[in-house]
């Protein structure tokens, strides 16, 4: 029999997370599964991502009686959502993001719904105080599964939440990538007669954008040909275009944004950089990897190790190595033409492993609760 399935999720913004829960709503509604969406962003409310017609949203909303009122607000946006929830009369909840996690396993104590949810930082729950894991341990007791990204996730929870049902299913590709707004073409921001050293992501401190802009003016003047441009924006990109002002790189260094046609930047690049010093399973190396880019990487504790084997599909660097170990292996690279195309043939291998297809199959099998 088909399911009831709700999803929830804080907004449907850019994101990684995002991305997934879209594709899964998508499946599993044209496959005839009933399937609901509630978003818990109580403000502006943008669906960066295409969803089916077939997936019923809903929104949750602050309250009007006491609208500055946090504690108030809190409390009625769970009351809120445990109505939402049965209202839907679901046979499985799936959530996404810890503080979500949080909210819809209160929510729906008492509620004869599995529950699944899915953790996607490393340390999973790192946003949490280490203060109350105590309580978390006895709420997450109602979770029927866990789901996380890595097998060194599964490790951490399986040894400090004790008795949780932990599974591993990565992130899944899209390929190719599907075209949305906003639409920035290559040729409107950069030369045509140039190599492109492609970077993207949330424009935040972890990204460490500033530690690839070093190591960019370490080797722009011996590789005149090639120029940095980094993908995405938040709450870093106004510090990170005065750092290119400050280090002259302003013809160098390009900053366009947001984009929905990630697809036409990495067909256009030659090169692709994740400077993250934290990551859990990052979608742009993902997607960049299967569009044949060679790429490079810091090896966090998690994400990248899982796509990358070093020196046969992609380079890992050391993250204590910081800019000095980005100039290596960028000019490695660079130089070597044999390798770097040695390294965009096996890349492209990653497209059936993490296929729609092959990980839904792993979605799927959670739902036979």
């Given at each position: 029999?088909?399911?009831?399935?709700v999803i929830i999720v804080s907004s449907m913004n850019m994101g990684g997370a995002q991305r997934v829960v879209s594709i899964l709503c998508n499946y599993w509604s044209q496959n005839g599964y009933v399937v609901t969406l509630?978003?818990?962003?109580?403000?502006?409310?943008?669906?960066?991502?295409?969803?089916?017609?077939?997936?019923?949203?809903?929104?949750?909303?602050?309250?009007?009686?006491?609208?500055?009122?946090?504690?108030?607000?809190?409390?009625?946006?769970?009351?809120?959502?445990?109505?939402?929830?049965?209202?839907?009369?679901?046979?499985?909840?799936?959530?996404?993001?810890?503080?979500?996690?949080?909210?819809?396993?209160?929510?729906?104590?008492?509620?004869?719904?599995?529950?699944?949810?899915?953790?996607?930082?490393?340390?999973?729950?790192?946003?949490?105080?280490?203060?109350?894991?105590?309580?978390?341990?006895?709420?997450?007791?109602?979770?029927?599964?866990?789901?996380?990204?890595?097998?060194?996730?599964?490790?951490?929870?399986?040894?400090?939440?004790?008795?949780?049902?932990?599974?591993?299913?990565?992130?899944?590709?899209?390929?190719?990538?599907?075209?949305?707004?906003?639409?920035?073409a290559p040729s409107s921001v950069i030369l045509q007669n140039k190599k492109v050293i492609l970077a993207s992501g949330r424009m935040h401190k972890y990204k460490q954008f500033d530690v690839l802009i070093r190591a960019f003016?370490?080797?722009?003047?011996?590789?005149?040909?090639?120029?940095?441009?980094?993908?995405?924006?938040?709450?870093?990109?106004?510090?990170?275009?005065?750092?290119?002002?400050?280090?002259?790189?302003?013809?160098?260094?390009?900053?366009?944004?947001?984009?929905?046609?990630?697809?036409?930047?990495?067909?256009?690049?030659?090169?692709?950089?994740?400077?993250?010093?934290?990551?859990?399973?990052?979608?742009?190396?993902?997607?960049?990897?299967?569009?044949?880019?060679?790429?490079?990487?810091?090896?966090?504790?998690?994400?990248?190790?899982?796509?990358?084997?070093?020196?046969?599909?992609?380079?890992?660097?050391?993250?204590?190595?910081?800019?000095?170990?980005?100039?290596?292996?960028?000019?490695?690279?660079?130089?070597?033409?044999?390798?770097?195309?040695?390294?965009?043939?096996?890349?492209?291998?990653?497209?059936?492993?993490?296929?729609?297809?092959?990980?839904?199959?792993?979605?799927?099998?959670?739902?036979?609760?």
């Amino acid at each position: 029999m088909k399911k009831n399935i709700v999803i929830i999720v804080s907004s449907m913004n850019m994101g990684g997370a995002q991305r997934v829960v879209s594709i899964l709503c998508n499946y599993w509604s044209q496959n005839g599964y009933v399937v609901t969406l509630i978003s818990t962003f109580t403000k502006e409310k943008i669906n960066h991502y295409q969803l089916s017609n077939d997936v019923n949203l809903k929104y949750l909303s602050n309250n009007t009686f006491l609208p500055n009122n946090k504690v108030f607000n809190l409390v009625w946006k769970l009351i809120n959502l445990r109505k939402l929830i049965k209202s839907q009369n679901p046979d499985i909840v799936i959530s996404f993001l810890t503080r979500v996690n949080i909210a819809v396993a209160l929510s729906t104590i008492g509620i004869p719904a599995s529950l699944i949810i899915c953790e996607r930082t490393w340390p999973p729950f790192t946003t949490l105080s280490n203060n109350f894991f105590w309580g978390y341990r006895i709420l997450f007791k109602g979770v029927d599964k866990i789901v996380v990204q890595t097998e060194k996730s599964k490790a951490w929870l399986s040894q400090n939440f004790p008795g949780s049902i932990v599974k591993v299913i990565p992130n899944l590709l899209m390929y190719p990538l599907p075209l949305h707004s906003p639409l920035v073409a290559p040729s409107s921001v950069i030369l045509q007669n140039k190599k492109v050293i492609l970077a993207s992501g949330r424009m935040h401190k972890y990204k460490q954008f500033d530690v690839l802009i070093r190591a960019f003016l370490q080797i722009k003047d011996k590789h005149p040909d090639w120029d940095l441009v980094i993908i995405g924006d938040g709450e870093e990109m106004d510090s990170l275009k005065l750092m290119a002002v400050d280090f002259d790189m302003t013809g160098r260094v390009y900053f366009p944004g947001r984009v929905g046609n990630m697809s036409e930047w990495y067909e256009r690049a030659d090169l692709f950089v994740l400077s993250s010093i934290l990551e859990g399973f990052p979608n742009v190396l993902l997607e960049a990897m299967a569009y044949g880019l060679p790429c490079i990487s810091f090896d966090c504790d998690t994400g990248p190790r899982d796509m990358i084997q070093n020196g046969v599909n992609g380079i890992l660097v050391n993250p204590n190595e910081k800019e000095l170990g980005l100039v290596n292996a960028i000019n490695k690279i660079i130089s070597n033409e044999k390798l770097r195309n040695k390294i965009a043939n096996n890349s492209i291998i990653l497209r059936d492993k993490y296929s729609v297809s092959n990980i839904m199959k792993k979605w799927d099998s959670i739902l036979d609760i």
